[in-house]
């Protein structure tokens, strides 16, 4: 299987949490079904305003064109030089009301866990096919921010601190399950093995100054105002929570 042996995933792995299944994209990409819905949010007026600001046009790509932004602006810029990066993001149980997200079934083992060998082959089943069959519903994603999203440095500018204290939480959810906690839980889950595994030692991240929404998720995840201005964008509002200290 080609998609278990990418050099940008060494260790394929996937993470359960109570409600959602969350996959590298090193193996996501390889799924069509969450390739539709990636290019369905881009394509949502209302999502690029809410995640990404007014500025941001929506676009309109088909599955190939998906499928090279997920393999350049993610797997080769964050997964192949750091070792993480984004992650689709699942529903591990279906809505009790069709596709609305409003009631989850039960989920008979609520905690979060990480299938890796034959467990995950298990669990994927064979050529993908069982990850066909998942309602995806968003991504979420850790990157080192100095790498992908921050401006270069200008003279004068201080030194930015060492990478495992800039690594940038990211996420968007489908506008039908907002409200339902999903980026939180699968940003945790994320966050936590980023810790765990990689040795993170700070997050960072930055809203729309309006984005009240994204600020209140922030909080949640342990998030406060760190005062930065990394971005230099005098519209947003930076944040940062630190996961552990020299």
């Keep these: 299987m080609a998609y278990l042996s ?16 969350v996959i590298p994209t090193p193996i996501a990409v390889h799924i069509t079904s969450y390739r539709a819905l990636y290019a369905e949010l881009h394509a949502d007026a209302g999502f690029c ?9 929506v676009r309109n790509w088909n599955d190939d064109e998906t499928r090279d932004m997920i393999e350049t602006r993610d797997i080769q810029r964050s997964w192949e030089k750091r070792g993480l990066g984004d992650f689709a993001v699942g529903l591990r149980l279906q809505p009790k009301s069709g596709g609305s997200g409003a009631d989850f079934q039960q989920d008979p083992f609520p905690s979060v866990s990480m299938l890796r060998a034959d467990e995950l082959k298990q669990f ?15 991504y979420s994603g850790i ?8 401006p270069p440095r200008e003279e004068g500018d201080a030194p930015y601190p060492d990478w495992l204290e800039m690594v940038e939480i990211r996420y968007g959810v489908s506008p039908a399950f907002w409200g339902k906690g999903i980026a939180q839980e699968a940003s945790d889950a994320i966050m936590q093995w980023a810790i765990r595994e990689k040795g ?3 997050f960072i991240a930055e809203t729309e100054r309006d984005n ?6 922030l ?6 105002h760190s005062g930065t201005n990394y971005w230099k964008e005098p519209l947003e509002l930076e944040w940062e929570m630190i996961a552990a200290k020299e």
Excluded: C, H, N, Y
């Design 6 to 21: 990418s050099t940008a995933l060494p260790e394929p792995f996937v993470i359960l949490t109570p409600r959602l299944v």
């Design 212 to 217: 009240q929404r994204s600020g209140r998720l």
């Design 49 to 57: 305003r809410m995640g990404f600001g007014e500025r941001f046009a």
């Design 200 to 202: 993170v030692k700070r």
């Design 219 to 224: 909080q949640k995840l342990g998030f406060v």
């Design 124 to 138: 994927m089943g064979p050529d993908l096919t069982r990850l066909e069959e998942i309602q995806w519903v968003g």
């Design 143 to 150: 990157r080192d921010a100095t790498i992908t999203s921050l």
